[in-house]
């Protein structure tokens, strides 16, 4: 079965650093997302992404956010300056966006990517 | 905005059936998704309902009811395995992808 894959599982780093999150969606699949999960708190929409650009995006995700389609497969989240309050779990999904029906609409997450700011 | 209202925790006991019901209070909605979240892992879609009524999906069913803000995850015959964090999300109109997800319901399975 088809799934999201996200690289890497756990990523450390230091405040100020920039780091580079990816993900590879569902090959069929047009749009794409990334969520956070502080621990313990509730899963939070960052921002949408289709046909090469950011279609939604949340208060979270202000200048020090990126999103880049690079290639045909990739889909990646750059966080410029990390600060102590980006330690997350970064997730993404992805959704297939076609004309009618509900399943299309599902968003399919990927495992997660732990980052934490020392 | 969107607010989600879901209880924190419940607990339920090996076999038994468990309901966990969720509100929410909108600007506009265009469905109602449940995830099943458990700990340290990516949530796992369960259930979409746009349209009012019951959406049975073997030992899972949801329902929706659009004019009082409700849904509920209905599981039936528990198993150990379904101690995990419920979560209810809200999509809003068509045209918006911005999906709110409710804090969750961590649901433990007892023998």
């Known amino acids: 079965e088809p799934e999201v894959t996200q690289t890497p599982s756990h990523q450390v780093t230091q405040m100020g650093q920039e780091v580079i999150l990816r993900c590879v969606p569902i090959?069929?699949?047009?749009?794409f997302y990334w969520y956070r999960q502080i621990l313990g708190q509730k899963v939070e929409f960052l921002v949408s992404f289709y046909n090469n650009e950011i279609s939604e995006k949340s208060e979270i995700f202000d200048d020090q956010f990126s999103v880049e389609r690079p290639d045909g497969s990739n889909f990646t989240l750059k966080i410029r300056s990390t600060k102590l309050e980006d330690s997350a779990m970064y997730f993404c999904?992805?959704?297939?966006?076609?004309?009618?029906?509900?399943?299309?609409?599902?968003?399919?997450f990927g495992p997660g990517t732990r980052l934490l700011v020392l | 905005g969107q607010n989600i209202d879901q209880p924190t925790e419940m607990t339920a006991t090996e076999g038994a059936i468990v309901q966990i019901n969720c509100t929410y209070q909108?600007?506009?909605?265009?469905?109602l998704f449940w995830y099943q979240q458990h700990a340290g892992e990516a949530p796992t879609f369960l259930s979409y309902?746009?349209?009012?009524g019951l959406e049975e999906k073997g030992r899972f069913s949801s329902f929706l009811s659009r004019s009082k803000g409700y849904s509920y995850l209905l599981l039936k015959e528990l198993q150990m395995k379904d101690s995990a964090s419920y979560l209810c999300?809200?999509?809003?109109?068509?045209?918006?992808?911005?999906?709110?997800f409710g804090t969750g319901t961590k649901l433990q399975v007892i023998p």
């Open positions: 090959s069929n699949h047009l749009y």
């Open positions: 309902n746009v349209l009012d």
């Open positions: 999300a809200v999509r809003p109109p068509r045209g918006y992808q911005k999906v709110t």
């Open positions: 909108t600007s506009g909605f265009n469905g």
């Open positions: 999904a992805s959704s297939e966006r076609r004309s009618g029906g509900l399943a299309e609409e599902t968003q399919y």
